[in-house]
């Protein structure tokens, strides 16, 4: 379920990145191109920096809840600055490297706890049952026309991800916090 509601503010940042940069004064209009190469680049530096700071011996729970809990940062200043803030793609690099960070961490962890035979049947279903209410609040926003409606509802995912991963263990006898984003 963690993993879930994180990618689904993944799958919804995909949907708005475009509009986030584009409404930036004209005067120093950003090309969505070279805007791109630097979000995929961002994932790139994410995934090397998870491998310097996070170290072998550490909880995974920790750091997906912190990589959790920086991604909503980033959303929740995403929809309390105007649009077209000078902020904003430093905003989105951030988050990007938040993903490059939680990918490493949670295909390391679908490892560790998921067979590999069932694996991409697993993860589907359980992202598919979060991540298909979340587009349908996302069309519902959109429709709305509310101004940093889905920045919020992403921020709030992030936070919900890193709550799922801080007390599941509490719910599970015996297991980690780690399986919340198996």
């Known amino acids: 379920l963690a ?19 584009a409404t930036y004064d004209i005067s120093h209009h950003i090309p969505l191109g070279l805007a791109f190469s630097q979000l995929m680049v961002s994932v790139l530096l994410g995934s090397y920096l998870y491998h310097i700071i996070f170290k072998p011996d550490q909880p995974a729970s920790v750091i997906l ?7 909503a940062i980033c959303f929740f ?3 309390a600055i105007p649009l077209g803030s000078f902020y904003t793609i430093y905003l989105c690099i951030t988050f990007e490297l938040c993903v490059g960070m939680y990918l490493n961490c949670s295909g390391s962890l679908r490892a560790k706890f998921i067979p590999m035979e069932v694996r991409g049947s697993f993860a589907a279903l359980i992202k598919a049952a979060v991540i298909i209410p979340m587009y349908s609040l996302s069309i519902y926003i959109i429709k709305r026309d509310i101004d940093g409606a889905l920045q919020a509802v992403c921020g709030i995912m992030c936070i919900f991800a890193g709550i799922l ?4 263990k509490r719910f599970l006898p015996g297991s980690s916090p780690e399986i919340a984003f198996a």
Request: glycine share 4%; with cysteine.
């Open 65 to 71: 809840v912190s990589i959790s809990v920086l991604a």
């Open 165 to 168: 991963s801080y007390f599941l």
């Open 3 to 21: 993993q879930g509601c994180f990618e689904s503010s993944l799958f919804i940042f995909s949907m708005i990145w475009t509009p986030l940069i």
């Open 77 to 79: 200043s995403l929809s």
